[in-house]
């Protein structure tokens, strides 16, 4: 060992010694440690400016408001009894005569406030509806049903004497488009569909845009009057598959647009299966001061997102496949894609606006298709939710150099192929288990219904969510053997399985870095530094930095003299201590690098005086370890 050290250290030396005498060509831009810390705080302090910018812009789209409207609303459409009959609403209804007795009752009396209560009048405006006196109905609602044909399914020939007629599950190719009933106005006339209006993925079914339509009327009495003759003249038939109510609300107090979609499935086993959407949007961006102060971040935004930009495609160009190696280069890719996403996103929304809104509020006497704006501005609204999670994760890349950040990141990819093998077991026990539980519980337990509501159901089982009587009820024997077995194998053993991989790693990590393998410098530290450095620059305190060097070097000494070491030693070890200080303030790292500088004579002399002292050092290590090899092989003899 001690050979091996004797050359790498002169052959680094001699390398060193080469290049001053040939000249070497002009070398790679090396990084000192300073310089480092200098770009990581100045790169820290330009994204958390980035950050700020980003979280002002995304809490600036969302209202608080926003869920009290939505509130208000859904409790006036939603809970809202049936009258004379308190445990019926929209949300528990279960047949057609409830569903006719809501659009009659509860749906009309909520439509259509054209009186204070006081029973005066509430309004000057002509045909001007306001839901809870302040939130204005735009244009006028709409009721929208899908039909399936007739004999879209087989029956068994033993029952076909019994069923003449079958109605099949709704897809676009059982769709009914023939007119049906009277066949004179538009509700008993198909309409096709519009290209651009998004499908509605129901609970028992996928379902496209058009059907059989009828718009509401501005007047109370004569809406009514329609729900009784398209009730008396059978307008839902057994080939009905679901019905749509929308219509959409704006409250000018709050500058918010509401827009309400009810849903009633008619699913083929029979009964109705309810379903809603209330979408708070603020579609009219910029009308007070605060919506112009968003409209600046929103410039700023796209700054930085051309500076960022600008910068990884730098760096992709300097280190080219070397870049992809790192995981925070593509977190960085990721956030830029969901930058560029949720700009495109945001022009597009802002561009339709733009184009439909005044259209949908020239005509009063029609419905208003708000529906399609609030869509996408919904996901728009997701795009920078996941790009402001993936911002405030971008942090860890620089917390990293904390020692506590970097054993964490250090045991995870440590770990990493660990648990990736422990997932593959789990995950065989944990699907062949929802496998079981959707077969034999899925027909009567809610939770094991569809196989990924099972699967759902054993992660709840293993936070301590389960519904344990259901399990038992739909099966006394397999009920808890399935119950006690998952238990057991999942939640004592494999859980407690990757909680021990992971602890044993860090307590690997955490006594590597109990030896001195640590990161080369903690950023709480050098902020600390240099905010003590201000200060002695500013004079506001005293430099202490001689005084604690006089101060340690004396008590090493004196330690030193304790522990039986002579007078020699001790002057040898501090002049190879002020040596070995002196080039590390010219050199980075202590590692070995293949991209060497040029040195000067000085230098070189510096450098073979501390080879030639640490040649001696280990000379002399060697000899002691001679001598107490001699002595043991003596005891033993």
């Not at 997701?382 to 990293?400: Q, R, Y």
């Not at 280990?618 to 033993?636: D, G």
Request: glycine share 4%; with cysteine; hydrophobic share 40%.
């Amino acid at each position: 060992m001690v050979t091996y050290i004797h050359y790498k250290l002169h052959n680094n030396v001699k390398k060193k010694f080469v290049l001053c005498l040939t000249g070497a060509p002009k070398p790679k831009l090396h990084y000192r440690k300073e310089v480092e810390i200098r770009t990581t705080l100045q790169e820290l302090s330009l994204y958390f400016i980035f950050l700020i910018n980003l979280c002002i812009l995304t809490f600036g789209m969302v209202n608080p408001h926003m869920y009290y409207l939505n509130k208000v609303m859904s409790s006036l459409f939603l809970d809202t009894s049936v009258p004379g009959d308190e445990r019926t609403n929209f949300k528990s209804i279960r047949s057609i005569t409830d569903f006719w007795k809501f659009m009659e009752g509860p749906l009309l009396e909520g439509l259509y406030w054209d009186a204070w209560y006081t029973n005066k009048t509430l309004y000057n405006l002509k045909n001007s509806s306001r839901i809870y006196y302040e939130n204005i109905l735009l244009g006028v609602p709409r009721v929208r049903q899908l039909r399936v044909r007739n004999n879209t399914c087989k029956v068994y020939s033993s029952f076909q004497s019994l069923m003449s007629e079958c109605y099949d599950k709704y897809t676009s190719s059982n769709e009914d488009t023939s007119d049906f009933g009277l066949k004179q106005e538009t509700e008993w006339k198909y309409s096709t569909p519009n290209s651009s209006s998004p499908w509605h993925w129901g609970f028992v079914g996928v379902y496209r845009n058009g059907g059989f339509i009828f718009t509401l009327s501005k007047s109370k009495s004569d809406t009514k009057n329609k729900f009784i003759n398209l009730q008396l003249d059978s307008w839902i038939t057994r080939g009905t598959r679901v019905i749509f109510i929308d219509f959409s609300l704006y409250n000018a107090n709050v500058n918010l647009f509401c827009i309400i979609r009810l849903v009633a499935e008619f699913p083929a086993t029979g009964g109705i299966i309810t379903s809603w959407q209330f979408y708070s949007v603020k579609l009219l961006r910029y009308v007070s001061h605060y919506d112009y102060i968003i409209a600046s971040c929103e410039i700023t935004f796209c700054i930085f997102l051309i500076v960022f930009t600008t910068q990884e495609a730098q760096k992709i160009r300097e280190f080219k496949s070397a870049y992809f190696k790192s995981v925070w280069n593509w977190l960085e890719l990721l956030l830029l894609v969901l930058c560029f996403v949720a700009v495109s996103f945001n022009i597009y929304c802002n561009i339709q606006i733009f184009l439909l809104l005044e259209d949908l509020l020239k005509n009063t006497e029609k419905y208003s298709d708000f529906y399609f704006l609030a869509y996408w501005y919904i996901y728009y609204n997701n795009i920078i939710a996941i790009t402001i999670f993936f911002a405030w994760i971008k942090i860890f890349k620089f917390i990293s150099f904390n020692k506590t950040m970097s054993q964490l990141s250090t045991t995870l990819s440590r770990c990493l192929k660990d648990i990736v093998g422990f997932a593959i077991m789990f995950f065989i026990i944990f699907f062949a288990y929802a496998q079981l539980g959707f077969l034999v519980f899925g027909s009567q337990v809610d939770d094991f219904s569809t196989f990924q509501n099972a699967i759902f159901a054993q992660f709840r089982i293993v936070l301590g969510d389960f519904n344990f009587a259901g399990i038992q009820q739909a099966n006394r024997i397999l009920g808890p053997i399935y119950f006690i077995t998952f238990i057991f194998f999942v939640f004592f053993v494999l859980l407690n399985m990757f909680l021990a991989i992971i602890n044993d790693t860090y307590s690997e990590v955490k006594a590597d870095y109990s030896i001195g393998r640590r990161p080369d410098f903690e950023l709480g530290e050098m902020i600390k530094k240099s905010y003590n450095n201000a200060l002695e620059k500013l004079r506001l305190k005293k430099p202490q930095k001689d005084e604690d060097d006089k101060g340690m070097k004396g008590d090493l000494a004196e330690q030193a003299r304790r522990e039986g070491f002579d007078e020699n030693e001790i002057q040898s070890a501090e002049q190879m201590k002020k040596w070995k200080e002196r080039l590390e303030k010219k050199y980075y790292s202590s590692e070995i690098q293949d991209d060497y500088q040029p040195v000067t004579q000085q230098e070189f002399r510096e450098l073979f005086l501390y080879a030639v002292e640490l040649e001696k050092e280990l000379h002399y290590i060697s000899l002691k370890l001679n001598r107490v090899m001699r002595r043991i092989s003596a005891l033993q003899n």
